[in-house]
């Protein structure tokens, strides 16, 4: 059974760097294939995919915000960690971890399993 | 980057009728690899339909995917109380994957 579950501060102050944790079971981040990706929701908008790492370390950053992002893991850990510097309001949202694979019986997926997300207030 | 625009951007529909939602990509979506997500509110987003027409375990069979290239169709016919929510497509083939902005599904 395959979970994920965000976690990190609930309130940043402008200007702040902003750090989030995904910790998750039932994959193995070294698999072939496998990728963890973190999507946000500002309150009352659509989805933005903001970063996903892959099993191979290759990872895909947000144009718009690839100054700004970071996304690291540690798959003994059973972790992602995902960093946004310089955070103003607009970076306001529930972020969301997911999971999606390159390699399975159905080709490649969308982000199959969520995490229930975690909403971070950026205010001074 | 692949840009999705959904029509309608809210759709108010009665229990018992059909709804007919559009995503249309701004360039071809290679392989179908177009889903459909639902939402409720303070929920996390639930897969329907993968590689355009696939339904997700679990799904209903009310639920219905179609289309290819640029013009991808959700259709839901016999609609439930339950499935008033937001629809999401989303292509994941070319980075950076992207959402469209979604669609309101709400009850007349």
């Known amino acids: 059974q395959i979970t994920l579950q965000e976690s990190g501060p609930t309130l940043v102050k402008p200007t702040q760097t902003l750090s989030l944790t995904c910790t998750f079971s039932?994959?193995?981040?070294?698999?072939?294939?496998?990728?963890v990706g973190w999507i946000r929701q500002p309150p009352g908008k659509a989805l933005e995919c903001l970063a996903v790492i892959y099993w191979d370390d290759d990872k895909r950053l947000s144009p718009s915000l690839i100054s700004r992002l970071s996304i690291t893991k540690d798959a003994s850990k059973n972790q992602v960690v995902l960093t946004l510097t310089n955070v103003d309001p607009g970076d306001t949202a529930t972020y969301f971890c997911a999971y999606r694979t390159l390699i399975s019986i159905r080709g490649v997926t969308p982000f199959d399993f969520w995490g229930q997300g975690t909403l971070v207030t950026v205010s001074s | 980057e692949i840009v999705l625009t959904q029509s309608p951007g809210t759709l108010s529909l009665s229990p018992g009728e059909r709804a007919t939602l559009s995503c249309r990509a701004s360039q071809s979506v290679r392989g179908s690899s177009l889903a459909w997500y639902q939402q409720k509110p303070g929920q996390s987003p639930r897969l329907l339909v993968y590689?355009?027409?696939r339904r997700a375990t679990g799904v209903p069979d009310r639920f219905s995917g179609s289309g290819s290239g640029t013009d991808f169709t959700l259709t839901i016919t016999r609609l439930e109380p339950e499935d008033f929510a937001v629809y999401y497509c989303h292509q994941y083939f070319t980075s950076p994957l992207t959402f469209g902005p979604g669609t309101k599904l709400d009850i007349k």
């Open positions: 039932g994959f193995s981040l070294s698999t072939s294939g496998v990728g």
């Open positions: 590689s355009a027409s």
